[in-house]
Each structure stands twice: as C-alpha cells, then as structure tokens.
C-alpha cells in the first residue's frame, strides 16, 4: 500500500502543493514519515491510540521502569506490586463491545443516536459492557461509569486491569462468558457502590485536572510545526544507548566484580593459612 501510494505521481505532486506546515503519522506505520520526507515536510509528528509499547519507547529513548511498569502486550500486575515473573516477562519482552454504527441500518442507528446521543455519557447508563478498548476505558472514565470489562486482545487486558486497580470494573474472562457469569458481573457492578463511587471520583479527578488532553496535543503540535529543528534539541542520549548501559548493569556488574574481588583478597590470608595448618607446613 505505501508503495502503491508513492508511485502515484500526480497524488504526490498535489499533497507536495499543499506546503504542509507539519506532518502526523501513526506509530504503528513508518509509511507516514517516508511520505512526509518526500513531500519535503520539515516537521513531523507521530501519534499512538494506545498505551507507548516497549519497543516504541525504547526507541525512543524515554525512561522505562520494568520493575513497577508493565509492558501493555505483558499486562501482569497494572497498578500492583509485580512478583519476580512478572518483571521477568518486562525484561524479556521489552469497541465498544455494543456494535460499530456504521454496520447499523440508517433505521437503528437513528434509533441509538436519538436515545443516547451522549453515550456513555448519560445518566440512564449505570454500566458499561465494554472490550475495554482505550477510547472506551477513557470515555467511562470521564463520564463516571463502572465497567464490566471483557477484554479480547493487545491493549485491552492492561486497560481492564487498569479500571479494576481503579476500583471502578469488574473483570468477565472472554472464555467464560455464560449467563450466569454476565448476570453475576452485572449484580456485582449494580448493586456494589464502590464501582460506582470510585468510577465518579476517577470522573471527578479528570474534570479538575489542570492540563487538558487536547490543549496538550494541540500546543505541542504547534510548538514542533513552528519549530522544525526542535528534535536536535530535545533528542535523548538515551537513543544511542544499548540495554547494558542504559540499564546500567555495565556499573551493576562492576559493583559487584569488585565487591567479589575485595572478598577474595580480604579472605585470602585467611584460606592460606588454613591451607598450611592442614597440611602440617611450618614455617622456621
């Protein structure tokens, strides 16, 4: 598809007119900044619609932390405090569930946007059966409703256990979803308040946070279209580094190479002469 795209002269030629101040690009494609390249936009900018993967951010040289964050594909422990195997997998491995609209006949889908056209956020919703996609975890989470998650694959379990810690879902396994497990999530989301007290104060939270979500992006993206060289500035070392050195473990293990030495030298009289005595050796 990237190929195609690019062979296509006169598209190009057209896109390359439109003297785009900066471009923005999926993380997930590099075809995106190839194309930018060839249109010759001086600034670029990518985008992830979900939680930054290890290999992104080791990538791009940004702090990781295995120990108490866990990988997004390795969603053990979100929130808690990870055993040895959890932080073993960190180091090794560096739709909503209703239905998509536009699959709806104009009828019903007219239906659903005149019933709930502020869905979720509405106050006749007191639940939300959810795959727990990102988009669907952060419009719950602003509009203060407690979740049934059932997560299907990639980001979803992390973001399900991510609203569990949160104290505002509860977790229905894909592989066990029969009615007497869904009436029990639901029985449990309904009528415990604490789902719904803790969805309102993660609600509440979000509401009084002093940065919005899209002031950030949008201040960012047009502080790096009028700045196209701001990545000289703010390129990390960190990029150029390998994981031995960027986890430190090259002073890890100098530490202790030289702990052991001084060990083996403090303790080598001592063997010694314990060595000789056993032997009978005397010494005139």
């Known amino acids: 598809m990237c190929k195609l795209l690019l062979d296509k002269q006169d598209y190009i030629e057209e896109l ?58 390795n969603w053990q422990g979100v929130g808690e405090k990870m055993n040895f195997l959890h932080r073993l997998n960190n180091i090794i491995f560096m739709t909503k569930l209703a239905f998509k609209l536009e699959y709806l006949n104009k009828g019903e889908q007219q239906v659903f946007e005149d019933r709930y056209p502020n869905f979720p956020n509405d106050q006749r919703v007191k639940a939300f059966i959810t795959h727990s996609g990102l988009n669907s975890y952060i419009e719950a989470a602003h509009a203060g409703v407690p979740l049934v998650t059932i997560p299907l694959f990639t980001d979803q379990s992390y973001n399900a256990n991510a609203a569990i810690f949160a104290g505002m879902a509860i977790l229905l396994r894909k592989n066990n979803i029969t009615k007497k497990s869904i009436a029990y999530a639901l029985e449990e989301v309904l009528h415990n308040s604490k789902y719904l007290q803790n969805a309102k104060e993660i609600s509440k939270l979000l509401a009084n946070s002093p940065m919005k979500p899209q002031e950030i992006f949008v201040k960012h993206v047009e502080l790096a279209a009028r700045f196209p060289n701001i990545s000289s500035y703010l390129q990390l070392a960190s990029t150029e580094l390998g994981m031995w050195t960027y986890f430190c473990m090259d002073k890890a293990w100098n530490e202790i190479s030289l702990e052991a030495l001084v060990k083996i030298v403090d303790n080598f009289p001592k063997r010694l002469k314990a060595c000789i005595d056993a032997n009978g050796v005397h010494f005139e």
């Open 16 to 73: 390359r007119n439109e003297n785009y101040d900066i471009g923005l690009t999926s993380i997930y494609d590099s075809c995106g900044i190839g194309l930018f390249h060839v249109l010759g936009i001086k600034s670029t900018a990518m985008y992830s619609a979900t939680h930054l993967s290890d290999p992104v951010i080791w990538t791009f040289g940004l702090p990781m932390s295995p120990s108490y964050l866990s990988d997004w594909l």
